[in-house]
């Protein structure tokens, strides 16, 4: 049901107005992880004050390690809500439980399933039983072929609204975090109807490869890109390393769009 030779034309998602896959470019900034009301309400202020519409940020945090920070689980999704009734922007939030969807519907507009689920088949079930846009990401160790097959087990349950999401794979390589397909972008474009995005924060692990990363990816076709941004990167309790801070951000922005076509 996802491949182009079913439907030849792109499907176009709105959420808060912007509509990914109508072919202009969208984004979907904000921190790795919810830490708190403030946090992400500095982060919101700086995301609105650029005309964005989307925040991303992890309740649920699927960590390689279990003493590392889990997230704040349902406070975080609260405190997503909170910011997103006060800044007017639709909240990305990262699911991991099957159990979870239903009652997490009710706090965010976008089901983010991470790269560690993207073949956990009783959660994307789940997320294609509800009425709600999922992003799924790529699992690190997945083919294009096993990425696709996990969209279509979201949209065989009835949702159709999946943005797909390029993250990085694992490879040989140890001078990025995850090796950027870049060309999985065009491949996705050209095998499935759904938009795709690419995450440049997670694939590389750098923060002075965000910006050429992204507009790499745009060149390329993708239908947006996301970054993790946090006040203070510096204290930030996950990926410290590669999270930009507001003024980056800022400049981020200002020197992607000046690319874009
Ligand atoms: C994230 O986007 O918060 C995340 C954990 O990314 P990934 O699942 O791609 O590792
Ligand atoms: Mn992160």
């Known amino acids: 049901l996802v491949s182009r030779k079913k439907k030849p034309e792109d499907t176009v998602i709105e959420i808060n107005g912007e509509k990914f896959g109508d072919g202009n470019q969208h984004f979907i900034f904000g921190p790795c992880?919810?830490?708190?009301?403030?946090?992400?309400a500095e982060?919101?202020?700086?995301?609105?004050?650029?005309?964005?519409k989307l925040i991303r940020g992890g309740a649920f945090k699927p960590r390689t390690s279990p003493y590392d920070f889990q997230g704040l689980g349902f406070e975080g999704l609260k405190i997503l809500k909170r910011v997103s009734d006060e800044y007017g922007l639709a909240v990305v939030s990262e699911i991991v439980s099957p159990a979870d969807i239903e009652k997490a519907i009710d706090y965010i507009d976008v089901i983010q399933i991470?790269?560690?689920n993207m073949q956990n088949f009783e959660l994307l079930k789940a997320a294609g039983d509800v009425d709600?846009?999922?992003?799924?990401?790529?699992?690190m160790s997945a083919t294009i072929s096993d990425f696709i097959n996990a969209a279509e087990y979201i949209i065989s349950r009835g949702n159709g609204n999946i943005i797909l999401c390029e993250r990085g794979i694992r490879t040989y390589e140890k001078a990025t975090r995850n090796t950027l397909d870049?060309?999985?972008?065009?491949?996705?474009?050209?095998?499935?109807h759904l938009p795709v995005m690419v995450d440049v924060t997670h694939s590389t692990g750098r923060r002075d490869l965000l910006l050429p990363a992204a507009k790499a990816a745009l060149a390329i076709g993708a239908d947006g890109v996301m970054a993790e941004v946090h006040p203070d990167p510096a204290v930030a309790l996950s990926d410290s390393a590669q999270q930009m801070d507001i003024p980056t951000f800022e400049s981020f922005v200002t020197e992607l769009l000046k690319s874009k076509k």
């Open 33 to 40: 992880a919810v830490e708190s009301y403030e946090q992400v």
């Open 43 to 52: 982060v919101a202020a700086a995301i609105k004050k650029q005309g964005m």
């Open 114 to 116: 991470g790269a560690r």
């Open 132 to 139: 709600k846009p999922v992003l799924l990401k790529r699992g």
């Open 182 to 192: 870049i060309t999985a972008v065009p491949i996705l474009k050209q095998e499935t």
